[in-house]
């Protein structure tokens, strides 16, 4: 028999391997990834970290292809523009499908979508465009069903995309957010690719947290030279924190950029392992991590 496994220091959650025993309460209900032995103690069948809600013990994976879930906020890009919807990619086994009456029109409008709107389908969105949207279902078979109706929600221009394990873009408060002390908006997908770009303007003044601010009115502009420096150190922030198994926050990306910061590192060095582990900050935003989760 294989021993339980052992708690990580500093770290509420248990890391198991297949075969390994989980810790479990009385009266616990076993979910996905766990299994129950002849002995009355459940066994994982997965490698990654024992979650619990409530009395249901789970086991996340720390890799796997995203499925998606109700109310999941994630970025896409369009693949193809179909009758009176477009499919897009999310990084799911299915593309997933945006109808034209689920999205918000231009100004705001707030009126039914009529046969001249399906003739000018490609005036909000074409193929490659990358946009915002949250899951309004999942069905059966496996395909998703998008939904833009809220203002915060649209094609995302003046930035750049970034991928990672989904796993490491849990729910959050917030997914679209404008890093304060940065200067950056990111968007964080829960399939995890994160759009990493400038803060969006209307009409040349109005920002995001304006009352009249929507995703569909922002329009492609130059982004200054300090500014793409800015985005590209979040972007490799962000891939230094995925590629140390951390979790992708506002949080842990501001901390992260400043430290390299702090540490005398350019951008392009965020990506080196070995610069980042030289100047101390792998372990800085390690130890920041535990701190978090300890706390």
């Known amino acids: 028999l294989r021993p339980e496994a052992p708690e990580i220091m500093g770290l509420r959650s248990q890391l198991v391997t297949p075969g390994d025993v989980i810790v479990a309460e009385p009266g616990a209900l ?10 009355g103690k459940f066994v994982a069948t997965l490698c990654g970290v024992v979650e619990k809600v409530n009395k249901l013990l789970y086991v996340r994976p720390l890799k796997h292809r995203y499925t998606g879930s109700i109310g999941d906020v994630v970025v896409g890009r369009i693949v193809e523009v179909q009758a009176e919807r477009w499919s897009v990619e999310v990084g799911t086994a299915n593309l997933a499908h945006l ?4 999205i918000q029109l231009p100004n705001n409008e707030q009126r039914r ?35 833009a109706r809220s203002a915060r ?3 995302l221009q003046n930035g750049v995309l970034v991928t990672v394990p989904s796993v490491y873009v849990r729910r959050q408060a917030q997914h679209l ?3 304060p002390t940065i200067g950056v908006m990111v968007v964080l997908g829960n399939n995890g690719w994160i759009w990493i770009c400038a803060p969006p303007k209307v009409g040349g003044s109005g920002r995001q947290e304006t009352l009249n601010f929507s995703q569909m009115d922002v329009r492609y502009e130059e982004v200054g030279l300090v500014l793409r420096e800015r985005i590209c150190r979040v ?15 506002p949080e842990s990306i501001t901390f992260a950029y400043e430290e390299s910061q702090q540490r005398g590192l350019a951008a392009a060095e965020l990506l080196d392992a070995s610069r980042r582990a030289g100047v101390g900050l792998a372990a800085a935003v390690v130890g920041e ?3 978090k989760t300890a706390g």
């Open 153 to 155: 929600y649209g094609k």
């Open 235 to 249: 972007r490799n922030a962000v891939l230094a924190l995925a590629s140390q198994g951390l979790e992708i926050t």
């Open 30 to 39: 076993r979910g996905n990834g766990v299994i129950e032995r002849e002995d």
């Open 289 to 291: 991590a535990v701190s």
């Open 113 to 147: 979508r009529t046969d001249e709107d399906t003739l000018r389908m490609r005036e909000f969105f074409v193929e490659n465009d990358v946009i915002s949207a949250e899951i309004q279902k999942v069905h059966e078979s496996g395909e998703i069903s998008l939904q």
């Open 177 to 179: 957010v404008t890093l």
């Open 99 to 102: 109808h034209l009456g689920a």
